[in-house]
RNA sequence: GCUCGAGUGGUGGAAUUGGUAGACACGUUGGACUUAAAAUCCAAUGGCCAUUGUGGCCGUGCGGGUUCAAGUCCCGCCUCGAGUACCA
């Protein structure tokens, strides 16, 4: 009563109480002081550790989690978090059982590059920057579950990494049950009758055998038969090799012919190299796209990537030789406008059948192709060129000559290498022909194809073509299969562009692959004798002879017998009294162990099931854990990762499905991806021919290079700091700056954040100004959490303002004391709190965050506005506020007189009836042009309201006396009058 | 080239999916408080016109269309962004 009493005073207007020092300390919102208290507290408490069993239903919310850059966090890094951090604290309201963990990706190149400059050890360097990355993710307070933390790189880890890599070593690809078996199901069919009706997705030059055939093999035989089948193999790869890092790229860390990282050129050569073989998945991978719910976007490249076309496989015979091509087409339709056949430059088949006569020009050609890079051959793609052979097909129908050319258009590593060419149905074709003067037949009807190839396939009639004339696309096409097949010369055939993953890195810090080889095959390390941990070495770089790193280590060779690691001293002391080791049950002998190390994806390809037991150490996780947690109900991350990490992991997730070691085929039900937030770059402008830096508005006309400025030198309206930037960069120290208006303004452009731009904003200095809640609010308020934008700092006094006034709300007396009181609420405050309950509720569920922050804005307007300080509205607002805001939550909570955590306060209930008002505005309209406002008992029908607004004043006069054509009422929104 | 996505004030962005366009915030301007600054509070703020007053016209990239009613739906363009690329 003396709190009321109080209250009504100050609102009164006479504020006779003057606080004291300590007073105006606690009134005001000390967000430093509330934050530092309830981070320890979470931490103490471990109020956000999930248990692997619980009455709740089960939620799991993911966020991708971050490569421990030595750059620590920028701005733009926590969007995802804090959005994975405000659905999953949502949850807890909602009485789930939430799973939120985070760890590191901490195996990466970057770690690797700082050891070979300054020979410091990438785990060192990796510790430091985790423990730099932690100290930033605990100031912004997420609601992480850090008893589960995993990092790639702990052997403890990649111990499972090596296990799965085991697994699918040990496994082949079934295509007639249509999954992933084990290697033995395979090994007792070779024994009962050969690989003859085996149907799997192997290597294209696997030998077909008997039964006999298999005894009779020699063990190495056998092993390099069923390497061909196994889901992950050795093969002579043709890999992107990039000189400059010494090692070998996968396409997407390919950008525009050059490395992502760093730039470097890469060329293309032939390695020993691990490949998984996701192929025997690429079906799957397509149709489980249709299960989940990513963004479009997003499954639209990965559609694209694994980039299924049907069609048919085609064999054309050569003539006077004993060979043929196979081609691949998706217009056996136009099979009769076959004019000649291209192979690609790298065709195995070129040199054999290559002609005398054209042996050179051929042999030139090839050489030229094989010397051009990647990236040249792709900067003139408009270049027509390409070499007559000499030779001649035989069309499958006709039986004429086709002449074969080859042709740097046509790529080896798609389809079969070679393509019927028809230059009247497809561009590239025609463009050939006509180079080259092939003749150009047209088998459409009614079609001039004069000036270009006509590709429509919906509107194609086949003519000139004997059994197919007068057909469809459609229809053609299962009769042009048809008769292949009675001829044994093709049949239908679904491509994939996607193809085997290269799983072999020639890096240090690396997972190492659990594998030794006898006789030059490869063995896996037992699972009791795993981790296989990264040996020390005296440089990072690759040896002289050029093997990988680990060809540097000096303890680095697996002694058999003993299941150890022992020194490479050993393995030249057995070596050379070693026979035919590999016909022998167990190998006694020490052996080389594999010196490449797997690529970044391996470890992200099973850690979010690691999450579910983290620190289990007999198996990759219990099935009491996964049977529980299943799956991900939430991923948050970058679109970045599209076709790498998300494609690589649904792999891996299928094979472990298909292994009954995961229950689910997906991995991760729903995926959101977050925007970049770029920055806004600052620049000046450098005369090129005197020492005069422009202002911006001046720069026009004058022969000027802009160049970076450090966006903390420049403020809100643009002007540089001037002294500051000669400071910071020395070398402008005596230029001349040329000012308008007498100031320096610079020129702003958005760019990624990156250290180079500097156009970083740090958190931590963010945090330290406005605190962790404001960050996480404002963060949410820039825009849609999916669409990137540039990081303005000036818009954060907004969203800080708006924690103040809530502060106030809970402390009108600027005292510090409590003013929650047990007054009833008054109708005007129930429905400001239901309106917002509806509307935040909502906004979450749709991850539209941004709209809910401004939700929260008017809600605290209209309570200050309305006075309220009940305890029955301030306490669910509390809750509301909790995910975005939660330090100042829990201490609101506190003050409200609640030991516990707000975490799991169950989420307010929205009650329609608050909302209810007995009169409602009706907006009128005539004729979609003049309007005004009529306001109308809420429970009037649809009769009464045209009978209200037919007798108004406005009405009339806008009508004179006509009778209305037409009244449009709809409920509770618009009345429309036609006149 | 192909495949997606997007164009709304000075700025970031709202708009219950066809129903009063511009919520909320930044910025700007004016005012209050202050010796002053900061902080805070109040008011105005799409454009043009009218103005003592309630007002009027135009406005969601451009051009058409459907509808009583279009930022939203349909047709045709333009621009920007993302992904992908000689894929047979």
Redesign the pocket.
């Known amino acids: 009563m003396a709190y009321k009493a109080l209250y009504l005073f100050r609102f009164g207007g006479l504020n006779l109480f003057l606080p004291t020092i300590g007073e105006i300390y606690k009134m005001n919102y000390n967000f430093r002081e509330i934050e530092a208290k309830w981070q320890k507290y979470w931490a103490e408490n471990e109020t956000f550790q999930a248990t692997n069993q619980s009455d709740k239903p089960k939620f799991y919310a993911l966020s991708m989690f971050p490569y421990p850059s030595g750059a620590g966090l920028h701005v733009g890094h926590p969007l995802g978090y804090i959005a994975g951090d405000i659905y999953a604290r949502f949850k807890r309201h909602k009485g789930f059982n939430v799973l939120h963990p985070m760890g590191y990706d901490s195996f990466g190149l970057p770690a690797e590059q700082y050891a070979i400059q300054t020979g410091q050890h990438p785990a060192i360097t990796t510790e430091t920057n985790i423990n730099r990355y932690r100290e930033q993710l605990d100031q912004l307070g997420f609601s992480f579950d850090w008893s589960r933390e995993v990092r790639t790189s702990d052997p403890k880890y990649y111990k499972w990494t090596q296990w799965v890599f085991i697994q699918l070593f040990n496994s082949w690809y079934n295509k007639v049950s249509d999954k992933a078996e084990d290697i033995s199901t395979l090994v007792s069919t070779f024994e009962g009758e050969g690989n003859g009706r085996v149907e799997a997705v192997c290597d294209e030059d696997t030998p077909v055998f008997s039964a006999e055939d298999w005894s009779d093999f020699s063990a190495k035989t056998k092993q390099e038969i069923l390497l061909k089948y196994r889901l992950t193999y050795l093969a002579d790869t043709e890999v992107n090799w990039c000189p400059a890092l010494g090692t070998v790229l996968a ?2 860390e390919i ?2 012919g050059v490395s992502e990282r760093g730039g470097h050129p890469v060329i293309r050569k032939k390695m020993t190299q691990w490949s998984m073989r996701i192929t025997a998945y690429a079906q799957r991978l397509l149709d489980g796209l249709d299960t989940i719910d990513w ?3 997003l499954k ?2 990965q ?3 694994i ?1 299924r ?1 049907e ?1 048919a496989s085609v064999t054309f015979k050569v003539k006077d030789y004993d060979a043929v091509i196979e ?6 339709d136009t099979i009769f406008g076959a004019s000649f056949m ?1 192979l ?1 430059p790298e065709h195995d088949l070129v040199s054999q059948i290559t002609t005398k006569e054209q042996k050179e020009a051929v042999e030139t050609y090839v050489q030229a192709t094989a010397k051009r890079s ?1 990236r040249d ?2 900067a ?6 390409g070499v007559f052979t000499g030779a001649y097909a035989e069309h499958p129908f006709t039986k004429e000559p086709v002449p074969i050319w080859i ?16 230059p009247c ?5 025609y ?1 050939f022909a006509k180079h080259y003067s092939i003749p150009i037949p047209n088998i459409f009807e009614g079609i001039d194809i004069s000036e270009e190839a006509f590709a429509d396939k919906a509107n194609t009639i086949i003519a000139n073509s004997d059994f197919l004339n007068g057909l469809s696309y459609k229809e053609a096409t299962t009769k042009a299969i048809a008769e292949l097949e009675k001829l044994g010369q093709g049949q239908g055939k679904i ?3 996607l193809r085997d993953a290269v799983f072999s890195r020639q890096r240090y810090w690396g997972e190492p692959f659990p594998v030794y080889y006898v006789d030059g095959m490869p063995q896996m390390i037992d699972l009791e004798h795993l981790p296989l941990e990264l040996p020390e070495v005296e440089k990072y770089l690759p040896t002289e002879t050029g093997e990988p790193p680990l060809g540097n280590a000096t303890h680095w060779a697996w002694d058999a017998k003993n299941n150890k690691v022992v020194s490479n001293e050993m393995l030249k002391k057995v070596e050379h009294d070693r026979h035919s080791e590999l016909d022998s049950e167990s190998h006694e002998g020490v052996y080389p162990i594999e010196l490449n190390t797997m690529p970044g994806w391996a470890g992200s390809s099973q850690y979010f099931n690691r999450y579910m037991d983290p620190h289990n150490d007999e198996a990759i996780y219990s099935q009491e854990a996964i049977g529980y947690w299943k799956d991900v109900d939430l991923y948050i991350g970058g ?2 990762h ?2 790498g990490h998300l494609l690589y992991a649904r792999f891996w997730q299928k094979f472990l499905f298909d292994k009954g070691i995961a229950p689910k085929k997906e991995f991760a039900q729903k995926l959101i991806n977050q ?1 970049m937030i770029t920055g806004a770059s600052a620049f000046i402008y450098k005369d090129l021919d005197s020492n005069q830096i422009f202002s911006k508005g001046l720069k026009d006309g004058k022969n000027v290079i802009p160049i970076h400025a450090d966006v903390s030198l420049v403020n ?2 643009d002007e540089l700091d001037v002294e500051g930037f000669k400071k910071w960069q020395p070398e402008y120290k005596d230029a001349e700056f040329i000012l308008e208006d007498g100031k320096y303004v610079v020129g702003r452009e958005i760019e990624k954040m990156s250290k180079s731009k500097y156009n970083v904003v740090n958190p931590d200095a963010i945090c330290e100004e406005y605190g962790a809640d404001s960050l996480r609010l404002y963060e949410m ?4 959490l999916e ?4 990081w ?1 700092t ?9 924690l ?2 809530l502060w ?1 709300l809970y402390s009108p007396f600027m005292d510090g004391s409590l003013s929650a009181v047990e007054a009833e609420p008054t109708a005007e405050n129930l429905k400001t709190l239901h309106k917002t309950i509806k509307k935040v509720e909502e ?1 979450i569920e749709n991850f ?1 965050f ?2 809910s ?6 809600c605290v ?1 209209e309570l ?2 309305q006075k309220c300080s009940s305890k029955a509205v301030l306490e669910p607002l509390a809750i509301l506020v909790s995910p975005y805001a939660p330090h100042i939550a829990e201490e609101l909570w506190e003050c409200l007189g609640y030991s516990e955590s707000i975490a799991n306060a169950p989420f307010p209930k929205f009650e329609e009836k608050y909302l209810v008002e007995s009169t409602k ?3 009128i ?9 009529l306001e109308l008992p809420l429970e009037m029908g649809r009769e009464e309201i045209e009978a209200a607004v037919m007798a108004h004043d406005r009405t009339k006069e806008q009508l004179q006396g006509r009778e209305p ?2 009244i ?1 009422v ?1 409920p ?7 006149g």
């Not at 669409?787 to 540039?790: G, L, M, R, T, V």
């Open positions: 396409n997407d950008v525009n963004p479009q976007p639209d490249s559609t694209n990537w980039g076309s069609g081609v691949f087409t998706t217009r056996p291209t690609a990647e051959r792709m003139d793609v408009k270049t027509i060129s042709g740097d258009y046509v790529l080896a590593s798609y389809g079969t290498g070679a393509v019927m060419a028809v149905g497809d561009q590239r074709d463009d491509n994939y562009r679109s970045e599209a076709t925007g809100a309206s308020f820039l825009g849609p669409q990137s934008k540039p303005n000036a818009g954060i006094t907004g969203v800080h303002s708006f103040k006034k106030k906004d539209s941004n709209t922050v401004s939700t929260f804005m008017i307007n200050t506005a505005e009706y907006p309209s005539f004729n979609g042009k003049l309007r005004f406002k054509k037409k449009i709809v509770g929104k618009i009345v429309n009058i036609v």
